[in-house]
């Protein structure tokens, strides 16, 4: 058997007309001859009586701190409801078809409620149901551990089950679908001339999402590239091919070698963040004991820095915006003085070919500054570069990076 | 430790305000030394999104014949989504509380889909979360094969669950809370003066119940008769001791002897009949001949028979209106010229204390008859007297038994 795994967010199941949609991608692909393994999430976002969310809220309104074990429990239940509608749809087109829970899937995890690991993929029950003709629809984001726990894997989770399944049934394709044609250039919503990229590696694919690009969750990623199996985006919406994401080889072997002059991949955003500058005043031993003093009291507290660049006599980062307060507490206390600036904005190229390519920060600034928009930061890594922007100028520098890096 | 199993139908969690009073009772339950284990239905009925109905319509709506393994998982979140509600509120007024699936309360049942049988109870799980003083909540109406199948009990399955619990528990009490006083003498909503029973016995129960007094599932009451487990029938509503079921000979014991003078126990109704009267014609040899055909043909496609009187030369009986035109196409089919009656009601006196008890039909026909009520039909067993009458007669029967046996 050629198994084909399919994954189908919850935007993609939200309506019987796009559920039938659905259907028809399954069957097309057993058609072509793969054994389909579906994978879905819950049906919808909030306000759906089934979306994980609208559960969350129902339990919440009971007691806003519900413990992580039985939060679980029902959150389970959001994918069993969408997979059985989704069972139902395809046995009604005629097609034998049989929904799976996680457990009964044989996603083994471990304990941890809310944001579990995937241990291990028994695929026994899959592989039987299989071989008795059946499309095989197992619930997302959801596992068991050894001892019978119901546990979930957190946002993005679905992704992680359905790259977990590819590679315990070694399929020929992990196929993400979503509401997007692709792995994009840009956001679309921001960029009109974004487009679908045709192949991407893995790197790739993982630095976009680490940067904001909501597209396949880099665990879903890190899982199929340890064997290897290609991954697909895909829409459900269209027909177009979408994007495959797969090793740097495959995608340089390939016959149009679309990477050799592909400096950047993609350009990403994240919004809501504030930049903190605080001077830690002494230089030489007495600066690095200060230094080591700020991180500590901020890690003690779980916030997480970013965009962090390390002076003598300053040290300069961001954090989220919900957490700011909090961070501004925690150093008042410490004895430190920041600088607050609130309000700002990511934006980032992204691109394993800009590794070796001289100017590339040099074409960043040129582009923004002819925009006249102000960079208060500006870091860089071997396959990204990331710009800290005040938040109204980030769609402006989005597409003044996209105009100069990706539509010449 | 003193177990006790509370049980909570579905319209005594539909609210906030309710869950808050279900609470209350276990609660209460706790205080008085016992360890309660929570048997909770799905909330509510249809029209609220998580009722066991909203389900059941939301996959038909996708396919009318959904498979039996699906629909059960299905209807399996029901229960899930009430009992970690039921989790919340507990853990929020302080009380440490799980909730568990049937699978996980160790509930293993043969693989019947959407009507399974109960095989055995593993009761590990629960006595583990007990002894580490938590509040146990189990999901009612649902249970697992050995091989990991989920599986429903059918209507009135979470009353099974709660006896089954209390059987493998040694409860000192199985109490099935629901929105009456306890097991009434007859429908409050028909009879004004209707009040609840102290004291019946399981046989007692079990009679009501098939006779159409919605109590408790007959199935339920013969798993604690087994073992002489003590159930209640009690009000979520109120505060009020409700009935207890117990053996024959607990009540006869009890300081007031309450069925020694109690011919009758309760007077019930089934509406939605219709009757059949057949002729088959021919008498002797040629005529059972014919009346074996006749239940053979209608027990072959799957109608229930009810009062069913044989004369040597017709056979009368009656079926439940949803299936007497296929009825009648039957009877048509095989040459049988049929009567028909629609529109009747059963109308049923139970009590063990009828037998041997003279004249109990007669003070039955003098009752109906003083109220010009027509007798369609009459019956009787040892603990039940059954009347047929036209449905238009139903509720004046009722009352008309119910003012000669139950108020005098």
């Given at each position: 058997m050629r198994f084909i795994v399919q994954k189908f967010g919850g935007t993609s199941v939200a309506t019987p007309e796009l559920r039938e949609r659905v259907a028809g991608k399954i069957i097309a692909a057993k058609e072509e001859g793969y054994t389909p393994v579906v994978v879905v999430s819950a049906i919808g976002r909030a306000g759906d009586p089934y979306a994980t969310d609208t559960l969350i809220n129902f339990a919440r309104q009971a007691h806003r701190d519900l413990s992580a074990r039985e939060m679980d429990l029902l959150m389970s239940c959001g994918e069993i409801i969408s997979g059985v509608v989704m069972a139902a749809v395809l046995q009604k087109a005629g097609h034998p078809a049989v929904f799976l829970t996680g457990a009964q899937a044989g996603i083994i995890t471990d304990g941890s409620y809310n944001e579990a690991r995937i241990l291990k993929v028994k695929p026994e029950n899959i592989l039987k149901q299989a071989k008795e003709g059946k499309i095989v629809i197992v619930a997302g984001f959801q596992g068991v551990t050894e001892d019978g726990e119901i546990t979930t894997l957190g946002r993005g989770g679905s992704d992680t089950t359905a790259a977990a399944l590819g590679v315990a049934l070694n399929a020929a394709y992990v196929d993400i679908y979503t509401d997007v044609e692709g792995i994009m250039t840009a956001d679309p919503r921001i960029v009109d001339g974004a487009q679908a990229l045709e192949k991407v590696t893995y790197d790739e694919i993982c630095q976009l999402a680490h940067e904001g690009a909501k597209v396949v969750h880099p665990r879903a990623v890190e899982i199929v590239m340890q064997r290897n199996i290609p991954l697909r985006v895909r829409s459900t919406f269209s027909d177009t091919p979408g994007t495959l994401v797969t090793s740097s080889g495959e995608v340089y072997r390939g016959?149009?070698?679309?990477?050799?002059?592909?400096?950047?991949?993609g350009i990403t955003q994240i919004p809501n963040l504030v930049q903190f500058k605080v001077a830690t005043e002494e230089t030489g031993t007495e600066g690095l004991t200060r230094q080591r003093r700020l991180f500590k009291s901020l890690a003690l507290s779980g916030i997480s820095l970013d965009f962090i660049n390390v002076y003598p006599d300053e040290v300069v980062f961001t954090v989220k915006e919900d957490v700011w307060q909090k961070a501004a507490q925690i150093l008042e206390n410490a004895g430190f003085k920041a600088g607050v600036t609130p309000d700002c904005a990511k934006v980032a190229a992204v691109g394993a070919g800009m590794t070796g390519v001289p100017g590339v920060m040099a074409a960043i600034v040129e582009a923004l500054t002819r925009e006249n928009i102000q960079i208060l930061q500006a870091n860089d890594s071997y396959t990204t570069i990331w710009v800290l922007v005040k938040r109204e100028d980030m769609e402006k520098a989005v597409r003044a990076l996209h105009r100069q890096f990706m539509e010449s």
């Open positions: 016959t149009i070698d679309i990477t050799r002059d592909r400096t950047i991949t």
